[in-house]
């Protein structure tokens, strides 16, 4: 409402601007000081050639072009405006003034849109993250890389792009071209045996573990293949096997690791231990106690762990490691409600709720 106030405040003073004058009455000063000047010219005139500054000739000369313009202004005087002229540019001046912001508005209230919000910045500079489909990134990177087939780098962007849309069959030839015009790594390598293994419905074969093999050898800190050795191994039959690789990372894992609700909710599926959401200290204690004693214990802790998440709702791991144990001490209800909790606490933090669901989604809870 300000915002109009103003725009209409402003739009009243520019019509009294202009109204104003054709509303005063032609009055005559203005031609009666022009006569005056005209006769104190003439005198100066005849001044001049009695001093001798002018010539008889120029005198006349100046005299009749003096007196010429002297009769305009009289015959001007004599005839002023009529009344009809003056109201017709009165009517004329008020009908543009008013009349062009009334159509202005007349025709930007049904078209234009007063009430729509800003858009974010991206979306009015168009920037090609926010509004260009990936197929045409695609595109255009494959239409640079046809002429210029050794960029490295190119491949490099291109591939994980093409993992990204699903087209994994050609990220796998986009890494190997990576690999063979950038050089080998880890990181090259574990992302062709996520691509092979992606081409296979999500199986990781033998030509794609070999690939993580690799990777593993180049760095033997390399977590996406560590994790892919450990589904390999849960694919074969072995969850032990996968369960130790698991473990091994999560010991070695800063806490605010992106990738640890998904290393976490993967060794619940193969191990089925709840000891995981307990503290190292009383994982050790409650290897001497009895089986009541331990799920009593279990029992209190996973109780402590919810009360304190009801006071602090952004920790998304305990939140992750809340549903697991209810998941593991069978009551399906509570993991419910927990990850119902889980997304309400951290609705408003985007990262947070993407790892909470990255962890969450291997559970089938939702299922």
């Known amino acids: 409402m300000t915002l109009w106030f103003v725009f209409g405040l402003m739009t009243a003073v520019a019509i009294f601007a202009v109204l104003w004058p054709l509303g005063q009455g032609a009055g005559v000063g203005n031609d009666a000081s022009e006569a005056t000047v005209y006769k104190d010219q003439l005198s100066e ?56 912001p009334v159509l202005s508005a007349a025709l930007y209230l049904p078209l234009g849109s007063p009430g729509l919000r800003d858009f974010p910045l991206a979306e009015r500079t168009g920037a090609p993250g926010a509004t260009e489909p990936l197929d045409n990134l695609v595109a255009q990177v494959e239409a640079h890389l046809e002429k210029n087939p050794t960029d490295g780098r190119g491949w490099s962007v291109l591939a994980p792009v093409l993992m990204r849309i699903g087209r994994y069959d050609e990220a796998v030839r986009a890494i190997r071209n990576a690999i063979t015009y950038s050089g080998d790594s880890s990181a090259l390598r574990a992302d062709l045996g996520e691509a092979l293994a992606g081409a296979a419905g999500g199986v990781v074969t033998s030509e794609a573990k070999t690939e993580f093999e690799r990777a593993v050898a180049l760095n033997a800190d390399e977590v996406k293949a560590r994790y892919f050795l450990g589904l390999a191994a849960e694919q074969d039959g072995r969850p032990e096997e996968a369960a130790a690789r698991w473990r091994a990372m999560l010991e070695k894992a800063p806490p605010n690791a992106p990738w640890r609700p998904l290393a976490q909710a993967a060794l619940v599926r193969v191990s089925g231990s709840v000891m995981p959401a307990l503290p190292d200290a009383a994982v050790a204690s409650a290897k001497d106690m009895s089986e009541a004693d331990r799920t009593t214990m279990i029992h209190t802790m996973v109780d402590r762990l919810a009360s304190r998440l009801k006071q602090d709702g952004g920790d998304v791991e305990g939140w992750l490691r809340l549903v697991r144990a209810y998941m593991v001490l069978g009551d399906r209800d509570k993991a419910k409600s927990a990850q119902t909790e889980a997304r309400e606490a951290v609705a408003n933090d985007t990262e947070r709720l993407r790892q909470l669901n990255e962890g969450l989604k291997n559970l089938g809870l939702d299922g």
């Open 45 to 100: 005139i005849d001044r001049d050639l009695a001093a001798g500054l002018i010539a008889s000739p120029e005198a006349d000369a100046a005299r009749v072009e003096i007196s010429r313009r002297l009769l305009s202004a009289a015959d001007h005087r004599r005839a002023p405006p009529t009344a009809s002229s003056i109201r017709m540019r009165r009517i004329a001046a008020t009908v543009a003034l008013v009349g062009l």
